[in-house]
């Protein structure tokens, strides 16, 4: 039996075993390393559902629209009952377990997206700037900051943009397929602060 190994969605891009990357003072556009994505989903009682998980995440979920707990998982708002758990580790099985336990006898459906899902990291002094040309989001500092998340489209592809600290540091979640398309134009809109000899 062959051993198995997780292809990065954007190859096209990279540069020997580095992971795709644009970079220069203040901008730095990567490809986030590996990891789980679990989508929670559920019925009834939000008190309810934040007491069964509770003691699986040591936190609770959040319950304002548009916010995040972030660390090892974060844990995004998607919408009213739905979450997307983030966990630095690429294997969420044992998490999704618990979580399924946990939640026993509350409707619930706990989907692993990790292998559908690609994470793009943009940060540095210009990366609201770069963002700000190719999504419909208004990302400034008074409208969106630290710990807040949103769906929106990034030239016509479906992303959960979330902001992770002030420096700003952006954590871009979309659909594999469209990694390359969405990478590109990221590129593009980076132009002017990053030279071609500093793409890798």
């Given at each position: ?57 040591g ?43 946990a ?23 210009m ?15 008074c409208?969106?900051?630290?710990g ?13 943009l ?27 809109a ?6 071609q000899?500093?793409?890798?």
């Amino acid at each position: 039996m062959s051993d198995w190994t997780q292809n990065s969605a954007l190859d096209a891009h990279r540069q020997g075993a580095q992971k795709a990357r644009l970079e220069s003072s203040g901008l730095c556009i990567r490809e986030l390393p590996p990891s789980a994505k679990l989508l929670l989903q559920a019925r009834g009682n939000p008190e309810a559902i934040g007491r069964a998980v509770y003691p699986v995440l040591g936190f609770d979920l959040p319950a304002r629209p548009n916010t995040s707990v972030t660390g090892n998982p974060a844990v995004l708002w998607m919408g009213p009952r739905k979450w997307l758990i983030i966990l630095d580790s690429p294997n969420g099985r044992e998490l999704q377990h618990q979580l399924e336990t946990a939640m026993f006898g509350i409707p619930n459906l706990v989907s692993d997206l990790s292998d559908a899902r690609v994470g793009i990291e943009a940060s540095g002094a210009m990366a609201r700037t770069v963002l700000a040309r190719v999504c419909a989001l208004d990302l400034d500092s008074c409208s969106f900051g630290p710990g807040q998340c949103a769906q929106s489209l990034l030239a016509r592809v479906p992303l959960l943009l979330h902001q992770v600290d002030e420096a700003p540091t952006y954590h871009l979640y979309l659909d594999r397929s469209l990694a390359t398309y969405a990478w590109e134009w990221l590129s593009d809109a980076a132009g002017e602060f990053i030279s071609q000899s500093a793409v890798t």
